[in-house]
């Protein structure tokens, strides 16, 4: 694709996981998540499987973001490029866990209609919804990040595509997110509570303008020519690949 048309389809793909990650979670999800007894058969219609669709969306739209970005960045720093498109992986991973987790909770209703043991079934639950908080604490929050704020920032504020303060939110909002994360994991401060949810301000607003800026704005075409003049013969993390060998057997000089 043309650059211009790259920047635009990517800013498309990160409004699509903006807006599936917020519906999924605080209108799909928050009746399981909130109800210890939405096992036992008051859950309300397809709630979860809504969300769980949305957040299928968000997984391809994810890795999306990386790959349609990759061609430019390699060019920037393929290592970092590179590393992008695997955090974006990782992060996808943790997602898909945590849906599962809450799929599992939609299978045990049918227990439940059938008279299953009511305790067993809300510990099971509560279990279940443990491992979707803890996949979304490690996923969407340590991984994203190391991936989109700090990776990302980095890339977008060396080669310039977007202007430079926005690349400094993402590297902020990634530091606070990874610090904020790590305090949860050990307790030091309170899961979704106020200085959490504050930490996430930054990395909130950077991956909007991550939709935003490229669709209206499109790459800086300067820093795309720049980016258009740099190597790009194949060679990945140092390691050459092999030479062409001609007909006539001998490897042909580069032009």
């Keep these: 694709m043309k650059p211009q048309t790259t920047a635009r389809v990517f800013g498309v793909l ?28 008051g859950g309300a219609g397809n709630s979860v499987q809504w969300g769980a669709f949305l957040e299928m969306i968000l997984i ?19 290592v970092l490029a590179l590393g992008y498109v695997t955090a974006r992986l990782v992060e996808c991973a943790f997602i898909a866990v945590g849906l599962l987790s809450l799929l599992t909770i939609v299978t045990l209703q049918q227990q ?5 043991d009511a305790a067993s079934l809300i510990n099971a639950g509560k279990s279940l919804v443990a491992l979707h908080d803890w996949t979304f604490l490690l996923g969407p929050g340590i991984v994203v990040g190391i991936g989109n704020g700090l990776i990302l920032g980095y890339l977008m504020y060396t080669s310039r595509l977007i202007p430079r303060g926005l690349a400094m939110l993402g590297l902020i909002g990634g530091a606070l997110i990874i610090v904020s994360g790590v305090a949860t994991l050990f307790g030091v401060i309170e899961a979704g509570g106020l200085v959490q949810l504050i930490a996430t301000i930054p990395e909130f607003f950077w991956e909007l303008s991550l939709g935003i800026w490229p669709i209206i704005w499109g790459f800086n075409r300067s820093a795309v020519a720049s980016l258009s003049t740099k190597p790009d013969d194949g060679v990945l993390m140092g390691v050459e690949q092999p030479a062409v060998v001609a007909s006539n057997g001998r490897i042909p000089s580069k032009v």
């Design 14 to 41: 990160y409004l699509i996981t903006f807006v599936t990650s917020i519906i999924a979670l605080f209108f799909f999800y928050a009746p399981v998540l909130e109800d210890p007894h939405y096992i036992l058969g």
């Design 60 to 78: 391809i739209a994810n890795i999306g973001t990386a790959v349609v970005v990759f061609p430019l960045l390699r060019r920037q720093n393929e």
């Design 112 to 116: 439940a209609a059938a008279g299953a």
